[in-house]
């Protein structure tokens, strides 16, 4: 079945950069789009970045320039390269696929980020 672990959230101050990772397994990597989303105490889930299979990643306009998603599919795995954070970056991270039509989500990993 399909499986979503992410990994490398933490405590970071503002300004300082974390470098989170998902691996995926129980479906075909390489053929789909892989997504970093994000939820905030008391805000909707947001995607943030996009990753497509081709390689071509996009952005929301929150974390556009400081944000870079990459995927690595020798390993099956997709990382999120955070920079320059501020505390409204502080949520839950969540990596997300949709594989034949249905929607897949990690457990998520929490960033804090301390003014």
């Known amino acids: 079945q399909v499986q979503l672990v992410e990994s490398g959230g933490g405590l970071v101050q503002a300004g300082g950069s974390l470098r989170l990772s998902c691996a995926a397994s129980g479906f075909t990597f390489d053929f789909y789009a892989m997504y970093w989303s994000r939820q905030a105490p008391g805000n909707k889930r947001e995607m943030i970045a996009k990753?497509?299979?081709?390689?071509?990643?996009a952005y929301a306009d929150s974390v556009r320039g400081r944000f870079t998603i990459s995927r690595d599919n020798a390993e099956n795995t997709v990382s999120l390269e955070m920079n320059k954070l501020k505390v409204e970056d502080t949520a839950v991270y969540y990596c997300?696929?949709?594989?034949?039509?249905?929607?897949?989500w990690g457990q998520g990993t929490q960033v804090t980020v301390s003014s």
């Open positions: 997300n696929t949709y594989v034949q039509a249905k929607d897949y």
């Open positions: 990753i497509s299979r081709g390689d071509k990643d």
